[in-house]
């Protein structure tokens, strides 16, 4: 069991075992010499609503954004939250309620870390680590504070201790505000059954730090902002489908680039019929096409490329991603 450091921010201590071929000073060699720095568990995260033309988290993409290059407005961008919003009016699929069921059976959880942190208003990097509930943890336990939680592996570099998510740009000021960022996240979500796995780029956090004078740390009023990428999307249900759906048969990947450099679909047809084990039921549903669609395969490609509204490189004659930003708050955990 690895407990938070005690003694309060001033007598927290930097990570050990430090790896020198890392390539990055001061990070582990091994998944397993990483040690924890005050970690709190995200245990809400919560999509916020339109207000007017306009959602009221988290970010204003400017020059980059959709809104501004077709039609000069400056607001918040949230493509993400918009998109599932519509899907709420014709399929009710409520985003907010995929969150929370994502977050309360543990397919959805991230401990932040406060690696190498000494004071107030020095930097330091904020870690964002994927875990899972330790036995005996559950989302109702862990809301209370103090659940605990093992780092998955895939959290870390192949062969090192350096995490992935990490926001090398991070202090909490005079006033307890915590601004990280110059970081991503992985993020593990099933829709509708269907899991989806991608990385939320360029991520900005801000939120208020409440600790206790003994190393355990919350925070209140937090927002994420950031973007998602189409190649990182359309590669990442790319994985998903070859992780265990041999029986489609395939020897190219589902989505790819056409030669204009738009994504494009081969979808299986009645791939359903090919797929008859329960395990394989998510190849199915995400690869299938026939007479009687649109199907998921299709739908994907369609609404998720007309989603996008950020243009990354400087081409506005397409968007290459799609922003988002949600609310968020933490609680104290222990890491075993």
Not at 249 to 274: F, M, Q
């Amino acid at each position: 069991m690895r407990l938070p450091r005690r003694g309060g921010w001033g007598a927290l201590v930097p990570i050990v075992a430090l790896c020198l071929a890392c390539g990055e000073k001061g990070w582990p060699a091994r998944p397993a010499d990483y040690e924890f720095v005050s970690p709190t568990y995200i245990d809400e995260i919560l999509a916020p609503r339109r207000d007017g033309l306009h959602y009221e988290c988290c970010r204003d993409f400017g020059e980059s954004s959709r809104d501004f290059i077709e039609d000069g407005e400056v607001g918040v961008d949230n493509a993400v939250t918009a998109l599932f919003d519509g899907l709420a009016i014709f399929i009710g699929l409520n985003f907010q309620d995929q969150i929370d069921a994502n977050i309360e059976s543990g397919n959805l959880a991230l401990v932040l870390d406060h690696a190498f942190y000494e004071k107030q208003e020095e930097p330091f990097t904020l870690v964002a680590h994927q875990v899972d509930f330790a036995e005996g943890t559950t989302w109702q336990s862990a809301h209370q504070g103090g659940g605990h939680f093992r780092v998955r592996e895939e959290s870390f570099m192949p062969g090192s201790g350096v995490p992935w998510g990490r926001f090398s740009e991070a202090v909490i000021d005079a006033g307890g505000t915590l601004r990280g960022s110059g970081g991503s996240l992985v993020w593990g979500l099933s829709v509708l059954g269907v899991p989806f796995r991608a990385r939320i780029r360029d991520v900005r956090v801000e939120a208020k730090r409440q600790e206790d004078g003994e190393g355990w740390v919350r925070y209140t009023e937090g927002t994420l902002s950031g973007f998602l990428t189409l190649d990182d999307f359309y590669e990442g249900l790319n994985n998903e489908i070859a992780r265990g759906c041999d029986c489609l048969g395939l020897t190219e990947p589902v989505y790819y680039k056409n030669v204009d450099g738009i994504w494009d679909t081969r979808c299986v047809s009645e791939a359903h019929t090919r797929c008859t084990r329960p395990e394989e039921k998510r190849c199915g549903d995400l690869t299938t096409t026939g007479a009687n669609g649109p199907w998921l395969c299709e739908i994907i490609l369609d609404v998720i490329q007309d989603a996008a509204d950020l243009d990354l490189d400087g081409d506005p004659s397409r968007y290459e991603a799609a922003s988002l930003g949600l609310f968020w708050s933490s609680v104290p955990a222990v890491m075993d």
